[in-house]
């Protein structure tokens, strides 16, 4: 639990933060997101972190029983993978981030998301014992 605790005091408030930022600026967000998708560089750098940041959590916190303590292992799983894709193949993420960039709809219900479960795991992780 104190694993869980730590880590979802980690990326709780950075979800929160990130699915802010995308509210804060959604005009500006398509011209970021074309920025950043036609640099490989780029992209293969942020797979890196993201591996780094996935093998992390799955190396402390490979947990796939009881109740909200799964999502953190979900995100360390799916950073993992994330960061392998835009390392193998960053010449796919420009497309798939260009479609997302140009989809308002899908921007808002990201950031909806991204708000909601930032602020869940950061009430699991700085809340109330229970």
Not at 57 to 73: D, E, K, L
Not at 91 to 113: C, E, H, M, T, Y
Request: with cysteine; proline share 4%.
């Amino acid at each position: 639990m104190a694993h869980s605790k730590l880590i979802a005091g980690l990326i709780g408030p950075a979800l929160a933060a990130m699915g802010c930022a995308m509210l804060i600026n959604r005009e500006l967000f398509p011209i970021i997101v074309d920025q950043i998708s036609h640099d490989y560089g780029l992209i293969v750098l942020s797979g890196i972190l993201s591996l780094l940041a996935g093998i992390a959590i799955v190396r402390v916190h490979n947990v796939w029983s009881g109740g909200w303590q799964v999502i953190v292992t979900v995100f360390g799983w799916l950073a993992i993978v994330g960061g392998l894709a835009r390392m193998w193949a960053p010449q796919l993420a420009g497309p798939i981030a260009d479609s997302f960039a140009a989809n308002s709809a899908a921007r808002l219900i990201a950031a909806v998301v991204l708000v909601a479960l930032g602020g869940f795991l950061s009430y699991k992780a700085y809340g109330p014992e229970t």
